[in-house]
């Protein structure tokens, strides 16, 4: 009876000490990163599927211009090992929270920074954030976030860049098949009106007219101007339809459908377009590519061309 107690508890003081390992060498194993958006999380998350932690601080339908962080999301930052944001004044009311965490020593990168140099794109006063609307240019940044993650994890560089390569080919691929979808809309539809800029890019790969109601940033105000010199665009045009966007507020775009209406023209809201954040969390648009393809497949749609009920990525690759 004695006997079978002390193995009893022997037995205890193995498991308790089997398990104490357990959780010190998971604890030690995953290093984490913040990210800011879903787009930069989308990114980080193909890369490291399970082997690191990553925590997003804004969800869904959350607008990075206007976006303060919280008492929660300072903690987070200050215990990650890496901090990812887009830069180019996105997160423009966050930049004092990178600053103190810079001084304190934490690495945080601005991941869109250098992307813009590189291409010699045209430059744009302010700086305009919203590359993630070319997935060419998207593409330039999975290789920027690459590059951080060795340099944290230097043992996973090749199961990172074989994830990468991977995932490249995929947004290649979503580029070539965005390029053909649009093709189908006639050149002189090919007119994007939005609630605000973060379509500048999009218009310079696939050769768009792009028009935002309000700046690159939401902070900026809509002026009674800009409302009447969009009807005339639209009118002139033949327009047949503008777009809200998933984290702007309609307020807007109903003034300009009623400005085209009172001119005597007729034009409809399309479906709202995922501008600055993607979709709900495990759904397709939940997903930088769904994202991407329900934007695209939208203003084809509704700007007069075809595009697939699946979707562009069921597109055949020829
Ligand atoms: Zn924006």
């Known amino acids: 009876m004695l006997l079978d107690s002390k193995l009893k508890l022997i037995t205890i003081f193995f498991v308790f000490c089997s398990l104490l390992t357990t959780t010190n060498s998971k604890a030690e194993e995953k290093l984490k990163i913040v990210a800011t958006t879903t787009m930069i999380g989308d990114l980080v998350q193909n890369l490291i599927e399970d082997d690191l932690k990553l925590e997003i601080l804004m969800g869904a339908g959350i607008d990075p211009h206007l976006y303060k962080p919280t008492r929660s999301d300072v903690l987070k930052m200050s215990q990650a090992n890496l901090v990812l944001y887009h830069g180019l004044f996105l997160e423009g009311r966050m930049l004092d929270a990178f600053e103190r965490l810079r001084t304190s020593g934490k690495k945080v990168k601005a991941v869109a920074e250098n992307i813009l140099l590189s291409n010699a794109q045209e430059s744009i006063e302010p700086a305009d954030p919203h590359i993630w609307m070319d997935p060419k240019l998207w593409n330039e940044v999975l290789s920027v976030i690459l590059a951080e993650l060795i340099a944290l994890s230097p043992k996973h560089e090749q199961v990172f860049t074989a994830r990468k390569n991977l995932y490249s080919e995929k947004l290649k691929l979503l580029d070539e098949n965005s390029e053909k979808v649009l093709k189908t809309i006639p050149i002189e539809k090919r007119v994007l009106v939005t609630a605000h800029d973060a379509f500048h890019y999009f218009g310079l790969r696939y050769g768009f007219q792009v028009e ?16 009447e010199r969009l009807v005339n665009i639209l009118t002139q045009k033949k327009i047949t339809a503008v777009f809200t966007e998933s984290t702007v507020s309609e307020k807007n775009i109903s003034a300009l459908v009623d400005g085209v209406k ?3 023209g007729e034009v ?16 397709y648009q939940g997903t930088y590519i769904g994202m991407i393809d329900h934007n695209i497949s939208t203003i084809t749609k509704f700007l007069g061309g075809d595009v697939p009920d699946t979707g562009i990525m069921s597109l055949e690759n020829k």
Do not use: F, H, P
């Open 262 to 264: 009172n001119a005597g």
């Open 268 to 283: 409809k809201i399309g479906d709202s377009l995922y501008s600055d954040s993607m979709g709900n969390r495990g759904t």
């Open 212 to 227: 935002g109601i309000q700046g690159i940033s939401t902070e900026s105000e809509a002026g009674v101007k800009d409302i």
